[in-house]
């Protein structure tokens, strides 16, 4: 590496020159001791003539023992390994390079490079080689077979104890900033020469200096690495730029997506962030092995670069101390391994959660690393700030489980962040897909499949002004921990806002858990729940904000540009707490393509990996498919629909968005073709639209929007064509409170072709919007409500097993065959409490003192046994939009056994029937002005359900926290009735 020496303005004071024994050095300062350092009766001495380092060599175990402060003055040898229990300090006066390396070191005492006032001042490099052997008898026998001895072994930078390490380099202004304008690569017909132009004074950026320039751009590849040829003036930076010779390879974008100029809420900065990589203080990984206790190799790890870890010794009292300013960490980590970090901090409060936590890592940079940039692991309190990390494996900065809070995550850039690669024997075979990994193997499974720029689990943190500038899958990812209790505390400094997010492969934020396991809970129970603010997210390979929760949430002042798909909101899904789930999506904005995502240039298509079909596009948004494959599981066609926002289920409110440049695309190449293209294929856009997931659940009737404002935009919606397999494709309803998509005030909106929401009562009154695919009605007219069937228990009365029924439809009594809807049941997902055995769809209700809307369930258990029969059965209708809406449910009860059951509603018993005996007739049951009733009907054997919207159970699940009042009052409704056998 380059090396240089900072001016530093420092005067070393010799008091004498070689009086007696050697050189007295007295004067100020952490690097210049006292005294006589070649009096071993002292405290205190050099490396270089202290008894004990002087004539060290290669591969000697070196302990400096408590009491004792020995400076750093020469190069070591290549120690095996190093114990501190006393301090070890790189001297700073007077000025030189200096470097440490051994196999390991563990520090019990303090490992200081450096001061808060006293910056290191030449070049001071901390190296882990590979010594060829480390074994339990290198090191102290408390550890053997401990957390802190396997660290050891894998040849690690060990802080426990009350151990402090202090790492200091010389500040240099600025770690990041941005391009001011944009350079051009060496395909555009201006290829960018000369110095460019930056936002920021970056005077303190010196020659020789990497700096590292992020792609703007759909691929991280695009981020090029650069040594500056010449100091930084002001905000100019020369990267020796010349043609022919030397040139950019990509186009690197600086300017606003500029939709009305007098109007900030339609504009979105897309400007490439420039880092500085360089630090005269570093901390670098050599490869080799790691070992196990008799000191052979362990096998079976590739990249294997040693690390850095703090930790606690559950025999001392107390916790590490690390504090980490401009210091280079490179080449560290080891592949896929857990707890084997460039920078951990590893359960440093997991005793008593108790927040002061000594420890601070700032202005650092991590380069080439092969397992993160910076765990964080259940340790409170700390800050975590104006970082770059460049080219890693798994999650980058990562916030590790539930019981890491309290952390200030801001102003940290990271790029460069792809899956492990891990491939050896007998963990995986070479020739497994990628992303496959045996459960041998100790990997956490979201670094493997789909790692991250920024990883944290619990809301209760500050993530401020971060640049997650380029993943193979997520920018910033929140994983909600799933707590025993199923609640999060957020308190009111809890933040997730001013970050940029662009350049990764699948979403730009994302909310949600590994393979959507985990939500957020609906029980908050401090402060306000989580809120998404002022995000910028662009150039997203999937969606710009993919955002899935149980509870309340808010996201506001959102600004996405140049994704497949603006947002995708899911907030309640199958979860039982009804009035508790709602995102709020207000005063964003969505762009569909900007002009910065046309070819640039001569039109040439430069960028690796691009198919052709999207030079004929003029953009470069990756659709490399037209089916989209998610870990195997089919969801939408990517060239199916440009959308804004997506509905997913749960109750989701769109206030104030605006959206632009969202065109309709004829005519494309259809890569499934293969070379030849023989078809076309034709690409929609429009602001609303709901997800193409392969679902059986269904959506929420009260999604709403309002306040909504177009530009250049074909369809403000359009629903997909629907799938027979999909409950919630096809069922799909929107609210338009305010007349935003231009047919009337209050309509409902669903998708063309669902004729079973069409009740034959109000079908003359809906409305076709043939062109986008959809169909509205006015709510004056109707509300629609969520029906959803369950099976709570799979055993028969009998003790037998009971095979999960099989919903074939739903239809209108008398309606003709063609007309009945398909529509699956949920499937056995196994663990979750109330998942199992589901029917969900919405319908129409009748208005207030109308008849009931009539509808007629065709299940089928499909069992020998007729004397089988489930515990109990739930009907719930929910979430209509008003009460006093009106509804008659038939479900089969053929197989039903002669046996009493229990009809309540709301889990109120009202009354036991005998299967076989007349109770009533269907006209009874509609004239009668109950608002639940039930009849059984012997001759065509269904039970028939009224039931009517209203909120009267809805205080059951209100009380306590569970209601905030940030947010509207839930206005929906719900009420059940149960058959228990």
């Known amino acids: 590496m380059f090396r240089r020496h900072f001016c530093v303005l420092k005067v070393c004071f010799l008091v004498s020159l070689f009086i007696g024994e050697g050189l007295v050095a007295q004067g100020g300062g952490i690097g210049s001791p006292p005294g006589d350092p070649h009096d071993n009766s002292e405290p205190y001495g050099f490396w270089s003539s202290h008894t004990l380092t002087a004539n060290a060599v290669d591969g000697d175990l070196i302990t400096i023992p408590d009491g004792l402060t020995l400076y750093l003055d020469v190069d070591t040898p290549r120690l095996k390994g190093l114990i501190v229990d006393g301090a070890l300090v790189f001297q700073t006066c007077p000025a030189m390079d200096l470097t440490l390396q051994a196999g390991f070191i563990l520090v019990r005492g303090s490992l200081t490079v450096g001061a808060p006032d006293d910056r290191f001042p030449a070049e001071g490099e901390i190296r882990l080689i590979d010594p060829g052997s480390i074994s339990n008898a290198d090191f102290p026998g408390e550890y053997h077979g401990t957390p802190i001895g396997e660290a050891i072994l894998d ?11 202090f790492l200091y380099g010389a500040d240099q202004g600025k770690t990041w900033t941005t391009l001011s304008s944009t350079i051009f690569g060496e395909n555009s017909s201006s290829p960018t020469v000369g110095p460019i132009s930056v936002q920021d004074d970056v005077s303190g950026w010196l020659m020789g200096d990497e700096v590292v320039i992020a792609s703007t751009d ?45 109007d900030d809420s339609w504009r979105i900065p897309e400007y490439a962030e420039v880092g500085l990589l360089s630090r005269n203080v570093l901390v670098i990984g050599e490869p080799g092995n790691g070992y196990d206790a008799t000191g052979s190799p362990v096998a079976g790890w590739d990249n294997h670069y040693g690390h850095m870890i703090a930790l606690k010794d559950p025999a001392v009292s107390g916790t590490p101390t690390v504090h980490v300013s401009w210091t280079r960490f490179e080449n560290l980590g080891v592949e896929g391994k857990i707890a084997r970090y ?53 999650h980058g900065f990562f916030l590790e489980e539930e019981f890491t809070t ?124 989580p809120s998404l603010e002022n995000l910028i997210s662009y150039k997203n390979g999937r969606y710009g904000v993919w955002y899935r929760t149980y509870g309340r949430a808010q996201l506001r002042y959102i600004k996405v540009a140049d994704s497949r798909a603006g947002f995708y909101l899911a907030s309640e899904g199958i979860h039982n707490f009804p009035g508790l789930s709602l995102i709020l999506l207000e005063d964003a904005l969505v762009v569909g393509e900007s002009a910065l995502t046309e070819n640039p240039g001569n039109g040439q298509y430069p960028y690796p990996g691009r198919p052709v079909h999207e030079e004929d596009a ?47 695309l004829p005519d494309l190449r259809d890569p499934e073709d293969g070379p030849l293209y023989l078809s076309s294929y034709d690409r929609p856009a429009a602001a609303l639209s709901q997800v193409g997931y392969d679902s059986n659940y269904s959506e929420d009737p009260t999604n709403r929007v309002q306040g909504l404002a177009f530009e250049n935009v074909d369809h403000k919606v359009w629903f997909r064509e629907i799938q027979k397999t999909a409950n919630m494709v096809q069922s799909t309803v929107i609210i338009d409170y305010d007349d935003s998509l231009g047919n009337g005030p209050a309509r409902f909106y669903f998708p063309e072709g669902t004729d079973f929401l069409v009740h034959p009562t109000v079908s003359s009154l809906v409305q076709s919007h043939s062109a986008d695919q959809a169909v509205s009605i006015s709510a004056t007219e109707t509300d629609f409500a969520n029906l959803m069937i369950r099976v709570e228990d799979l055993d028969g009365v009998n003790g037998s097993p009971v095979d999960e029924p099989s919903f074939a439809g739903i239809d209108f009594p008398g309606g003709p065959t063609p007309a009945r809807q398909r529509l699956a049941s949920v499937p056995d997902v196994g663990t979750q409490e109330g998942d199992k055995n589901k029917f969900s769809t919405n319908l129409m209700l009748s208005e207030t003192g109308g008849a ?43 197989n039903a056994p002669d046996i009493n059951s229990g009809v309540s509603f709301g889990g109120t018993p009202v009354v036991h029937l005998k299967v076989g005996l007349v109770l009533g007739t269907l006209a009874d049951l509609r004239g009668t002005s109950d608002a639940r009733a039930w009849i059984y009907d012997s001759n065509l054997k269904y039970i028939f359900i009224k039931m009517t919207s209203d909120s009267s159970e809805l205080p059951n699940y209100q009380g306590g926290n569970h209601v905030l009042g940030y947010l509207p009052t839930w206005s929906g409704t719900f009420n059940t009735c149960h058959i228990d056998s």
Not at 346 to 360: C, P, R, T
Not at 478 to 496: F, G, M, V
């Open 852 to 894: 009931p809307f009539e509808y007629m369930v065709d299940w089928d258990l499909s069992h020998a046994n007729t004397n089988i029969w489930p515990t109990e059965l739930s009907i719930i209708l929910r979430a209509a939009d008003e009460e006093n809406g009106t509804v008659i449910i038939g479900l089969p009860m053929e």
């Open 155 to 165: 040849r690690g930078l060990v802080v426990t104890g009350t151990g402090s390490l």
């Open 406 to 529: 309290g952390i200030l995550l801001q102003d940290n850039l990271g790029l460069g962040v792809r899956p492990f690669e891990v491939c050896h024997t007998p963990y995986k075979d070479c020739n497994d897909p990628p992303g496959t990994f045996p459960s041998g193997i100790d990997l956490i499974q979201e670094d493997n499949v789909e790692p991250s720029v920024f990883w944290f689990e619990h809301p209760d943190n500050k993530v401020e002004g971060n640049r997650a500038a380029g993943s193979t899958h997520h920018g910033i990812w929140h994983s909600p921990a799933w707590l025993e209790d199923h609640t999060h505390q957020a308190t009111e400094d809890s933040y997730c806002r001013n970050n940029v997010v662009h350049s990764n492969g699948h979403h730009g934020f994302m909310q949600d858990g590994f393979k959507g396991t985990r939500r957020a809970s609906p029980a908050w129970e401090a402060g306000l729940p």
């Open 618 to 664: 003029e953009r470069s948004l990756p659709q490399n498919t037209i089916q989209f494959v998610r870990d195997g599981i089919p969801h939408d066609q990517e060239w199916d629909t440009l959308v804004g926002v997506e509905f997913y289920d749960g109750r989701i409110e769109c206030k104030n968005l605006k959206f632009a440049d969202l065109k309709d």
């Open 342 to 394: 460039p920078l951990h901090l590893h359960l440093l409060d997991e005793e008593n959660f108790a927040s002061g936590v000594d420890a601070l890592i700032e202005d650092s940079s991590f380069v080439d690393c092969f397992n993160h940039f910076v765990s964080v692991h259940q340790t409170k309190d700390i800050a975590v700030a104006r970082n770059v990390g460049f080219n890693t494996l798994g």
């Open 218 to 262: 759909f691929s991280l590849e695009q981020a090029e690495k650069f040594s500056l040829v010449a100091n930084a003036s002001g905000a100019q930076l020369d990267l020796g730029l010349v043609s022919p010779g030397n040139l950019l390879q990509y186009d690197h974008y600086a300017g606003m997506v500029n939709l009305d100029g007098a």
